[in-house]
């Protein structure tokens, strides 16, 4: 579809580059000039709107605490959008707390990114006396409001907060979950509990140290041990839980995982030192333990870290309405998605999502399923006809009468399929190099264990289970387990800082793992169906049939990608038409004069921008088209570098009008193929891992959802990694997709990371088991050799895996 | 040397104290938002208007 020509000037010139005008409240370069108030320049009336709100309210302080605060308005917000929220069945859903007087509510707003943000959140008092309090976690990005619901209404609030620019994300699927995803409280108390005992008994543990060469610390021994025996308590008993249980859910499952040898070393250390106590021979080895414990967990802090803000588990509920409009014999009435049946009859505005799969009783549909299948141009639809569920009227309103419930809807059917009952993070964790490992490691552990108790039952069986039981304390595999942890923790750092988000460690392993690579065309390749993004005044749809009739008559590519761009459209009458090479059409519609063409002709300021620009005046309103290029930023970069160590394939729901281009981009031998249904990619993934490979998926939509559900690792490509994906194990930011085979590169070195602290920590391993072994273990060698060798693995890790950061060009820091 | 008991005792109960604050504050969620509070501190009073934008850039 590529209908521009490049070299074509009859109608547009590059405009020149001006002095940026910036819009006072987003910080957009402002295409059109003329929306002013005094001297402040806006981009569009939304953002000038929003200015005037805060300026009557006095709230202009907005714009102090930062430049540009604001968030481009230039999509207008639907009045009616928010109606559902008056049905009280609903709103109660959303309700923290109601009684008396005050509703308290809890809103997740994706737009909050600065100082700014947070304060007019803060003083929405100001805005409206019956708002008595609001208070915003930055973090989570969500706002409590506290407020009077007999003066203000939960639908007035959420729309007050929409002309602000702050529409908040409601989904009532995920109101649940998001109190779920908090912060792990009780592993920070475990941490901080390890730590301090693990820093007294150390202290403790000094003088036995040192007790074989002086006598004075002698009479104080037996307190020591006793106090460190009672600071170990709490460690053994409530830190060390999580890997307890852990250990004890994998024998249940008769897997030998890696936290079943760690407890067999914390058992026999930790009854070895009671009895070493209690018995008056020694001063036990409970700073390892509480030591290793504590590091563990820290290592297991770093690892866990979630991405509060980000959600990974959506499924097509986040994407459908929460509620539509019923029309019954009483009136329309908002209807929750849930209570929605059979022969409903259900009335579509603009913009708006079918919910479930209907026949079109009333009114043109004209269905944009890009959201389904990922073909990209709108279907016109006749009445009696069938639309499906998830796709979105573009165009005039709708009245269209269910004839199958939500869940059994052509798309949310794809839900039904089993790749979804599979719990992928589960799986990851079982079949984890480091697992593996440890299992091998357990066995080689017990072979040298049942050595020495046949060597020393040979010649002295007096040294059986000291040195048995020495050895086992001393070759506790929790080097393999920090390797594992902080080379996570410090990856998942550095990828989250160059715009990839994973949903847990695990899936650091699979990514290394992966050898092919299957794409998503539209909005992950491709930019979508639309080429142009407008600016300025925003067209009504009388206006774009004026647009429409205009422009279908020139023959100009421009035009003809104009005409591509607004749809198949009523001609109307026509009077003056008249097309001036070089500069641009003007004709007359009702007495509307129309002009198409540069910025000079149409009478504007040049653009700032140095895309190409088409400008469409109707009397004295403008608005600007830019044209969008055919991919994504940075792909046809990207693509080369990542071919040199993957296969790839490409599926699209789209059309296969784009063959030649892509298959010149992804190279020969990748697979192509089109018109391919969301449950088609899924079948393809799995015929892929068949054949024995290892396939990431790399998608953007709903379409996409059960291949990045199948695919070993689903990543969903994001423009703002705040808004709706659909569930999968990492998001990519879009804005950085040049770092993306980089970060590849990382993921894949991470094993060889991991491999190479681990064979630093078995050379230390050798050591304290030679000297187990041969019975000359000391609580001083051991309080030596744990710290030490605990260290230099969190040295390795962190390092090797920062310097490899570096050196392929990622930064380390957050930006 | 019947002192060294006492501080022995002492340094626990210090430290001890020190857990204790280290668990109220994350029992009161002081953990939650932590880039929120340093923002919030900038807006309390009213706004002087320049040296608050001189801040915020940086």
């Given at each position: 579809m590529l209908l521009v020509n490049e070299d074509s000037d009859l109608l547009v010139e590059e405009a020149p580059v001006k002095t940026d005008v910036l819009c006072y409240h987003c910080g957009a370069p402002c295409i059109v000039t003329g929306i002013n108030i005094e001297e402040k320049a806006f981009c569009c009336d939304g953002c000038k709107l929003v200015y005037e709100i805060l300026n009557t309210n006095g709230l202009c302080d907005y714009y102090k605490l930062q430049s540009h605060p604001g968030l481009s308005q230039i999509k207008p917000i639907r009045n009616?959008?928010?109606?559902?929220?008056?049905?009280e069945e609903i709103a109660k859903k959303l309700y923290k707390f109601t009684g008396g007087q005050y509703t308290i509510v809890t809103f997740y707003i994706p737009g909050v990114h600065c100082t700014s943000c947070m304060w007019l959140l803060e003083h929405l008092n100001k805005l409206d006396e019956n708002i008595t309090e609001s208070r915003l976690n930055f973090t989570t990005k969500e706002v409590t409001i506290h407020f009077r619901q007999e003066k203000i209404s939960l639908r007035k609030v959420v729309e007050l907060l929409a002309t602000i620019g702050y529409e908040p994300y409601i989904s009532l699927d995920d109101s649940g979950k998001v109190k779920a995803k908090g912060f792990d409280k009780a592993k920070i108390y475990k941490l901080g509990i390890a730590g301090f005992c693990f820093g007294n008994i150390m202290m403790m543990s000094f003088p036995e140290y040192l007790s074989h060469n002086s006598g004075i610390e002698h009479q104080y021994a037996s307190l020591f041990r006793y106090l460190n025996l009672l600071l170990s308590i709490p460690v053994f008993f409530y830190c060390a839980t999580e890997f307890f249980t852990s250990a004890w859910k994998g024998l249940q499952q008769k897997m030998l995982n890696i936290d079943a040898p760690i407890v067999l070393a914390l058992l026999i250390t930790y009854s070895r030192s009671i009895y070493e106590i209690l018995s008056g021979t020694g001063g036990g080895y409970l700073d390892s333990m509480s030591g290793i414990v504590f590091f563990m967990l820290v290592g297991r802090v770093v690892q866990e870290r979630t991405y509060r803000s980000i959600s990974f588990n959506r499924d097509y509920k986040s994407y459908f309405p929460i509620a539509v409009n019923v029309v019954t014999s009483s009136g329309i009435e908002s209807r929750s998605l849930e209570m929605l049946k059979e022969k409903d009859v259900v009335q579509l505005h603009n913009?708006?999502?079918?919910?479930a799969d209907a026949i079109v009783v009333k009114g043109n549909a004209r269905v944009d399923y890009s959201f389904v299948t990922g073909e990209s141009d709108p279907v016109v639809i006749k009445p009696g006809e069938t639309v499906y569920a998830g796709g979105r009227q573009v165009g005039e309103e709708l009245t269209i009468q269910i004839i199958k419930p939500v869940a059994g809807s052509y798309l949310t059917s794809l839900w039904n399929h089993y790749a979804f009952s599979k719990n992928k993070i589960k799986e990851n964790k079982d079949n984890s190099a480091v697992h593996l490992l440890s299992k091998y490691f357990t066995y080689v552990l017990f072979s040298l264990a049942a050595m020495t108790a046949v060597y020393w039952w040979m010649h002295d069986p007096s040294k059986i289970l000291p040195s048995v039981s020495a050895m086992l304390i001393v070759a506790c595999p929790c080097a393999l387990l920090l390797a594992a942890t902080y080379t996570n923790g410090n990856l998942l750092r550095i990828l989250s800082n160059n715009g990839l988000f994973l949903r847990d460690a695990s899936v650091i392993e699979q990514l290394g793992n992966i050898d092919h690579i299957v794409f998503d065309k539209t909005g992950t390749l491709t930019q979508g169906s639309n080429h142009f993004h407008s600016s300025g005044h925003q067209l009504s749809e009388q206006e774009k049939n004026w647009l429409y009739t205009v422009v279908?008559?020139?023959?100009?590519p421009y035009s003809k990608a104009l005409v591509a761009y607004l749809g198949k459209r009523e001609k109307l009458k026509v009077a003056g038409w008249k097309e001036t090479t070089g500069k641009g059409l003007e004709a007359y519609i009702d007495f509307n004069r129309i002009l198409v063409g540069s910025a000079a002709f149409v009478g504007v300021a040049p653009a700032v921008k140095e895309k190409a620009t088409l400008y469409v005046r109707i009397n004295d309103k403008i608005t600007a088209f830019f044209f969008i290029p055919e991919f994504r930023e940075n792909v046809p970069q990207v693509i080369p570098k990542i071919a040199q160590h993957y296969t790839m394939s490409l599926l699209s729901g789209?059309?296969?009008?784009?063959r030649p281009l892509l298959q010149e981009l992804l190279g020969i031998r990748s697979d192509l193929r089109f018109e391919q249904k969301p449950i088609d990619k899924l079948q393809y993934i799995e015929d892929l891992q068949r054949k024995g490979k290892k396939v990431m998926m790399l998608g953007d939509g709903l379409n996409d959802a059960g291949a990045l559900q199948q695919s070993n690792v689903g990543i969903t490509l994001a423009d703002d990694i705040n808004n709706f994906t659909p569930s999968c194990d990492a998001i990519l930011d879009a804005k950085k997709f040049e770092r993306f085979p980089s970060l590849l590169k990382l993921a894949r070195s991470a094993r060889s990371i991991v491999i190479l602290s681990f064979i630093v920590s078995v050379l230390y391993n050798f050591i304290g088991l030679y000297i187990s072994m041969t019975g000359r273990m000391s609580p001083m060698i051991a309080a030596i050799l744990m710290p030490v060798s605990t260290l230099s693995i969190v040295l390795i890790t962190t390092g090797a895996s920062s310097l490899l950061g570096k050196y392929l060009g990622l930064s380390l820091k957050n930006q | 040397m019947s002192a060294l008991y006492l501080l022995i005792l002492a340094s626990i109960a210090v430290a001890a104290t020190f857990l204790g604050a280290f668990i109220w504050s994350v029992k009161s969620d002081q953990f939650e938002d932590q880039k929120g509070a340093s923002m919030r501190m900038l807006y309390d009073n009213e706004i002087i208007q320049d040296p608050i934008i001189e801040i915020t850039k940086e």
């Amino acid at each position: 579809m590529l209908l521009v020509n490049e070299d074509s000037d009859l109608l547009v010139e590059e405009a020149p580059v001006k002095t940026d005008v910036l819009c006072y409240h987003c910080g957009a370069p402002c295409i059109v000039t003329g929306i002013n108030i005094e001297e402040k320049a806006f981009c569009c009336d939304g953002c000038k709107l929003v200015y005037e709100i805060l300026n009557t309210n006095g709230l202009c302080d907005y714009y102090k605490l930062q430049s540009h605060p604001g968030l481009s308005q230039i999509k207008p917000i639907r009045n009616y959008k928010y109606a559902y929220l008056d049905n009280e069945e609903i709103a109660k859903k959303l309700y923290k707390f109601t009684g008396g007087q005050y509703t308290i509510v809890t809103f997740y707003i994706p737009g909050v990114h600065c100082t700014s943000c947070m304060w007019l959140l803060e003083h929405l008092n100001k805005l409206d006396e019956n708002i008595t309090e609001s208070r915003l976690n930055f973090t989570t990005k969500e706002v409590t409001i506290h407020f009077r619901q007999e003066k203000i209404s939960l639908r007035k609030v959420v729309e007050l907060l929409a002309t602000i620019g702050y529409e908040p994300y409601i989904s009532l699927d995920d109101s649940g979950k998001v109190k779920a995803k908090g912060f792990d409280k009780a592993k920070i108390y475990k941490l901080g509990i390890a730590g301090f005992c693990f820093g007294n008994i150390m202290m403790m543990s000094f003088p036995e140290y040192l007790s074989h060469n002086s006598g004075i610390e002698h009479q104080y021994a037996s307190l020591f041990r006793y106090l460190n025996l009672l600071l170990s308590i709490p460690v053994f008993f409530y830190c060390a839980t999580e890997f307890f249980t852990s250990a004890w859910k994998g024998l249940q499952q008769k897997m030998l995982n890696i936290d079943a040898p760690i407890v067999l070393a914390l058992l026999i250390t930790y009854s070895r030192s009671i009895y070493e106590i209690l018995s008056g021979t020694g001063g036990g080895y409970l700073d390892s333990m509480s030591g290793i414990v504590f590091f563990m967990l820290v290592g297991r802090v770093v690892q866990e870290r979630t991405y509060r803000s980000i959600s990974f588990n959506r499924d097509y509920k986040s994407y459908f309405p929460i509620a539509v409009n019923v029309v019954t014999s009483s009136g329309i009435e908002s209807r929750s998605l849930e209570m929605l049946k059979e022969k409903d009859v259900v009335q579509l505005h603009n913009d708006e999502i079918i919910p479930a799969d209907a026949i079109v009783v009333k009114g043109n549909a004209r269905v944009d399923y890009s959201f389904v299948t990922g073909e990209s141009d709108p279907v016109v639809i006749k009445p009696g006809e069938t639309v499906y569920a998830g796709g979105r009227q573009v165009g005039e309103e709708l009245t269209i009468q269910i004839i199958k419930p939500v869940a059994g809807s052509y798309l949310t059917s794809l839900w039904n399929h089993y790749a979804f009952s599979k719990n992928k993070i589960k799986e990851n964790k079982d079949n984890s190099a480091v697992h593996l490992l440890s299992k091998y490691f357990t066995y080689v552990l017990f072979s040298l264990a049942a050595m020495t108790a046949v060597y020393w039952w040979m010649h002295d069986p007096s040294k059986i289970l000291p040195s048995v039981s020495a050895m086992l304390i001393v070759a506790c595999p929790c080097a393999l387990l920090l390797a594992a942890t902080y080379t996570n923790g410090n990856l998942l750092r550095i990828l989250s800082n160059n715009g990839l988000f994973l949903r847990d460690a695990s899936v650091i392993e699979q990514l290394g793992n992966i050898d092919h690579i299957v794409f998503d065309k539209t909005g992950t390749l491709t930019q979508g169906s639309n080429h142009f993004h407008s600016s300025g005044h925003q067209l009504s749809e009388q206006e774009k049939n004026w647009l429409y009739t205009v422009v279908s008559s020139s023959k100009h590519p421009y035009s003809k990608a104009l005409v591509a761009y607004l749809g198949k459209r009523e001609k109307l009458k026509v009077a003056g038409w008249k097309e001036t090479t070089g500069k641009g059409l003007e004709a007359y519609i009702d007495f509307n004069r129309i002009l198409v063409g540069s910025a000079a002709f149409v009478g504007v300021a040049p653009a700032v921008k140095e895309k190409a620009t088409l400008y469409v005046r109707i009397n004295d309103k403008i608005t600007a088209f830019f044209f969008i290029p055919e991919f994504r930023e940075n792909v046809p970069q990207v693509i080369p570098k990542i071919a040199q160590h993957y296969t790839m394939s490409l599926l699209s729901g789209d059309n296969d009008k784009q063959r030649p281009l892509l298959q010149e981009l992804l190279g020969i031998r990748s697979d192509l193929r089109f018109e391919q249904k969301p449950i088609d990619k899924l079948q393809y993934i799995e015929d892929l891992q068949r054949k024995g490979k290892k396939v990431m998926m790399l998608g953007d939509g709903l379409n996409d959802a059960g291949a990045l559900q199948q695919s070993n690792v689903g990543i969903t490509l994001a423009d703002d990694i705040n808004n709706f994906t659909p569930s999968c194990d990492a998001i990519l930011d879009a804005k950085k997709f040049e770092r993306f085979p980089s970060l590849l590169k990382l993921a894949r070195s991470a094993r060889s990371i991991v491999i190479l602290s681990f064979i630093v920590s078995v050379l230390y391993n050798f050591i304290g088991l030679y000297i187990s072994m041969t019975g000359r273990m000391s609580p001083m060698i051991a309080a030596i050799l744990m710290p030490v060798s605990t260290l230099s693995i969190v040295l390795i890790t962190t390092g090797a895996s920062s310097l490899l950061g570096k050196y392929l060009g990622l930064s380390l820091k957050n930006q | 040397m019947s002192a060294l008991y006492l501080l022995i005792l002492a340094s626990i109960a210090v430290a001890a104290t020190f857990l204790g604050a280290f668990i109220w504050s994350v029992k009161s969620d002081q953990f939650e938002d932590q880039k929120g509070a340093s923002m919030r501190m900038l807006y309390d009073n009213e706004i002087i208007q320049d040296p608050i934008i001189e801040i915020t850039k940086e």
